[in-house]
């Protein structure tokens, strides 16, 4: 194409078009080329939307919107020359995956919400955000130098609409707008399952109705699934009029779901008030400690089930390690329960072995002393009412199961009432 530019590879298909992976001889890299596939009546159409897009792209310098390098119009057709992106779309990992991690969702759509207002700033509504616009490229985690090895692109702004004239003298820019008013008179341009319900009505194209279209996104990547689902288009399209998604799953934190909810509000004034400002709520969440973003007033057992949820999607060894040294504890706290209540039964039990019957007495027993071979006390202590005379404390010798009677009055024995042996001596205030 245009001596310059080798075709090799088509990568996919649109309404309007299709996209080639491409290599330029000139520079010698590889590039994507979007071209128009239409004939007759609908080729002119088709090079004007593919021209606007050249012209919307081109102005963004946004590093997470995909650049655009050259635009050609031949005798064959129009083209645009683009950045080749390198990975994974986020559809595909959708359908590979179907929900994905809470950290790695919240920090997709944060990446998408800064992306879309450096778009917004500039004057264009992408009006077409959905899973296959956006690119994964890289892994996860850090590069050895410390900048983030996994990146994401949104591409495809073929339907985008200006909000504001494009800052340009070139006489087709201002044509470029007048063709995006047209194209919205008694149409709905987007895609369905993520069109916000002020674009149904017909209202004017905002940067909340991108905000809608990332909620809704948000709603799938931790749910795997679309908020509102039916077999036919128009039964979607009342869904989103009407507004009422289905509950999202009981593991998700409630800060997050209500983040999710908030930017798919049918009404654009209670959205966050910018991409910006959704990616400043989002980066806040301290989703590597999901445990921490459940506040005290929820029951236990919802926050069991987000504890065993994150375990199971892999919310990291730490959250792991953390669930193991509760129910260590849980188990440890259990086994100290059932031990004094152990040893509390079995204070009892020697209290009423001893015929002790009085009321207010709390018996402990003792083990064996020298008094005796085999012998043991049994020491009580009595709490007598405030107006008795009563002894404060006694002790009284025990013989254990089988062994000779003690001898009234003898060297350890005798009751405390008797004058008592050598042993105890004569307590004063008895009878």
């Given amino acids: 194409m245009v001596d310059r530019y080798l075709l090799e590879a088509r990568l996919g298909r649109g309404g309007m078009g299709s996209v080639w992976r491409a290599r330029d001889l000139v520079l010698g890299r590889q590039v994507a080329i979007k071209l128009t596939d239409r004939a007759g009546a609908g080729r002119g159409s088709a090079e004007r939307r593919l021209r606007r897009e050249a012209m919307v792209i081109g102005s963004l310098t946004e590093r997470r919107l995909a650049r655009v390098y050259d635009y050609f119009e031949t005798d064959d057709g129009s083209f645009i020359v683009m950045e080749l992106v390198h990975g994974e779309s986020l559809s595909a990992r959708i359908k590979r995956e179907g929900r994905l991690p809470l950290a790695e969702a919240v920090w997709i759509v944060a990446e998408c919400a800064e992306a879309l207002h450096a778009a917004h700033r500039a004057g264009v509504v992408h009006r077409d955000v959905k899973p296959s616009n956006i690119m994964l490229t890289g892994s996860r985690g850090a590069a050895q130098d410390g900048s983030p090895a996994q990146d994401i692109k949104i591409v495809d702004f073929g339907i985008a609409a200006r909000t504001r004239p494009a800052p340009s003298r070139n006489p087709r820019a201002q044509d470029a707008v007048d063709i995006e008013t047209e194209t919205m008179t008694g149409n709905i341009v987007g895609t369905i399952a993520y069109l916000a319900p002020e674009r149904i009505s017909g209202a004017p194209d905002s940067p909340a109705a991108d905000l809608y279209s990332l909620g809704v996104l948000f709603y799938q990547l931790l749910s795997g699934r679309l908020p509102f689902e039916a077999s036919e288009p128009i039964a979607v399209l009342c869904a989103h009029a009407d507004g009422r998604a289905a509950p999202l799953p009981a593991d998700i934190p409630p800060p997050v779901a209500e983040l999710c909810l908030r930017l798919m509000a ?71 329960t059932v031990g004094c209540t152990a040893w509390l039964v079995a204070g009892f039990g020697n209290q009423a072995a001893a015929g002790t019957t009085q009321p207010n007495t709390i018996t402990h027993s003792a083990s064996p002393t020298s008094t005796g071979p085999g012998s043991a ?55």
């Fill in 266 to 336: 049918r009404d654009p004034a209670d959205r966050p008030p910018s991409g910006a400002a959704a990616a400043a709520e989002l980066r806040a969440l301290d989703v590597e400690h999901p445990e921490r973003l459940w506040p005290q007033r929820f029951p236990a057992a919802e926050r069991g089930k987000a504890l065993v949820s994150m375990l199971r999607t892999g919310a990291g060894q730490r959250v792991g390690r953390q669930a193991k040294a509760v129910v260590a504890a849980a188990s440890v706290a259990t086994m100290a």
């Fill in 377 to 431: 006390h049994v020491v009580s202590a009595v709490v007598p009412p405030s107006h008795s005379s009563a002894p404060v404390a006694h002790s009284v010798p025990v013989q254990p199961k089988g062994g000779a009677p003690a001898k009234k009055g003898g060297a350890g024995g005798g009751d405390a009432g008797d004058g008592g042996g050598p042993a105890h001596g004569k307590h004063k205030g008895h009878d």
